[in-house]
């Protein structure tokens, strides 16, 4: 899919009351993409994969997305990345294994080091393939939670991300949204 097809695809702005959805954007590679200066590399071709900066030939088309909810001072995105069937699947196998290779990361913070711990969690039955993960680390405000929900959808790899910070619940991208998304993606692709 081009990144005109994938905005196309996109969740559509606004459908629900609750949200402020931002309009979908075309994201241009930029020098340094898929260069994460983390301690374990498994961790950062995890993230790489995850995040669709993994490099890549060709390189995938990309769009992404920021979600607010009414209730919620973190929000959320969405990361679309069309790599062609062949590249979709040997991304989604860097992600996979990277999850089960990555447990701890150290990275450069603006005021302090960040310390993440990833675990697996237990993945959605969307897509053709999907994984579910945590990265935690401390903050001043408590726990720093970021959510992973990426799933491939044919040539397609879609990756919710949702943060919590000092909350005592991990609050996760909206189930409903995601498989809206993935049935979205299907049907642009079929």
Not at 36 to 54: F, K, N, Q, T
Not at 149 to 172: E, H, P, Q
Not at 179 to 188: N, T
């Amino acid at each position: 899919m081009t990144a005109e097809q994938l905005v196309a695809a996109a969740l559509p702005t606004g459908e629900m009351g609750d949200s402020d959805w931002h309009p979908v954007a075309v994201r241009e590679p930029r020098r340094g993409d898929g260069e994460y200066e983390v301690s374990d590399p498994a961790c950062g071709r995890l993230l790489e994969a995850a995040g669709a900066r993994r490099p890549s030939q060709p390189s995938p088309a990309v769009v992404g997305q920021t979600f607010n909810w009414n209730d919620d001072l973190w929000g959320g995105n969405s990361t679309l990345a069309s790599y062609g069937n062949s590249g979709a699947v040997a991304v989604f196998d860097q992600v996979r294994e990277g999850l089960s290779n990555c447990r701890y990361y150290e990275a450069p913070a603006p005021t302090t080091v960040y310390k993440g711990t990833v675990t697996a969690g237990e993945a959605p039955p969307l897509g053709d393939e999907a994984v579910q993960f945590e990265v935690v680390a401390p903050s001043e405000m408590g726990p720093h939670v970021t959510q992973y929900t990426v799933v491939r959808s044919g040539s397609v790899i879609a990756t919710f991300t949702k943060l919590s910070v000092g909350d005592d619940r991990v609050r996760a991208f909206p189930p409903a949204m995601i498989a809206q998304q993935i049935d979205l993606l299907r049907q642009a692709q079929s």
